[in-house]
């Protein structure tokens, strides 16, 4: 019942990076995205007792993280640095 939830909420915030208004919204929202997609791969996870899928989810979070801080760099003027 929660993994609908949680896809609701998915794409929701894939229909907010399609529709954003600044790039800022859309990455945030690609953020939150990514954020579901990693809560289901853990929900499925401890479901079916699947480790491997715990250290890829891991990774894409990761990666996600450092995706994000990297935009926001080349978001952010050149004098505030």
């Known amino acids: 019942m929660i993994e609908f939830l949680f896809m609701a909420a998915g794409l929701i915030a894939l229909v907010r990076a399609v529709l954003g208004r600044t790039f800022a919204d859309r990455v945030i929202a690609i953020g939150a995205f990514v954020n579901m997609v990693v809560i289901l791969m853990v929900i499925y ?37």
């Open 45 to 81: 996870a401890v479901n079916t007792e699947e480790v491997m899928i715990i250290d890829i989810a891991l990774l894409l979070i990761l990666l996600s993280f450092v995706g994000t801080l990297s935009i926001a760099k080349f978001l952010t003027p050149k004098e505030e640095i």
